[in-house]
């Protein structure tokens, strides 16, 4: 089935890591430089305001602290209950350009991508199909719950939209220019091992994902006005129509069945830093939340 969404809000510049959480959606907005939340009446607020940096990918520990991803940095930042920020992982060893997408387990370990590259001068340079074909592999990024850091998987094309199952047993990683999700067993320690494609979701890519209870997984098309929602072996089971090129997901409300979609005119920062022209748009979801974020 497909269907179209409705705005919620606007006046955002760029929004990412969408998370559900206490009555209220929170997400990074890119080019405002700050954390921001907004509920399903459509009142947006600031959260957290970062002074030298862009924040990205979002999650919790389970003593209630944000982090959150500073991206030109590189870092992982934490504001702990009392709300105060330290840097909680640096990530400079690991990852090669701007640190992205993030997704915290139960333990508050968490897995951090990054772009590997300057895609957007890529993309401007080149095109889209001669970066698809033609990019330099990244790693993906292990942050223990004390804030070191490790490789969890290399040769990955720029990693994003990460979600855990339920279970805590399975990682699923979107490699946005691999069209694929791929998924990992994650071992007790955090480590990941038995590699395989989880979808491979061409002419879709996915940007940010979210899982629901029905085991399938909510993917944003950056390429397109679209979310789509896709079983294991890449079956597109639904879709939502958006107003503009959608980027991320989330599934939350009350009862998990609300679709949270963050979509703007463009991801070229030049455009997107512009003007405020970014929404988040919402669909009612056939099934709820599942896993994390």
Known sequence: MSRNARI?????????????????????????????????????????????DAPSGLGWTPDGSLLVVSMAKRRVLRRAPDGAV???????????????????????????????????????????????????????????????VTVAAEDMHFPNGSMITPDGKTLIVGETL????????????????????????WPRIPDGACLDAAGAVWIANPLAPECARLAEGGAVLD??????????????????????????PSSIPAIASAKPAGRIEIAPAESPHAGRP
């Open 8 to 52: 919620l809000c606007e006046g955002i510049y760029f929004g990412e890591g969408p998370r559900w959480r206490e009555g209220r959606l929170w997400f990074s907005d890119f080019y405002a430089r700050a954390v921001k939340s907004v509920s399903l009446a459509g009142d947006v607020r600031t959260e957290l305001a970062l002074d030298d």
């Open 86 to 148: 330290t840097v909680h992982a640096d990530l400079s060893g690991v990852a090669t350009f701007l640190a992205n997408d993030m997704v915290v387990d139960a333990a508050g370990g968490a897995y951090v991508g990054d772009f590997g590259f300057d895609l957007h001068d890529e993309l401007l340079e080149r095109g889209e199909m001669s970066v698809f074909a033609d990019h330099p592999a990244t790693r993906l990024a292990r942050v223990a719950p004390d804030g070191a």
């Open 178 to 201: 691999g069209a694929r999700l791929t998924a990992f067993d994650i071992g007790a320690d955090g480590t990941l091992s038995g590699r395989r494609v989880w979808a491979q979701t």
């Open 239 to 264: 879709s939502v129509a958006t107003s503009q090129n959608c980027f991320a997901c989330m599934l939350g409300g009350d009862d998990g069945e609300t679709l949270f979609m963050m979509t703007a």
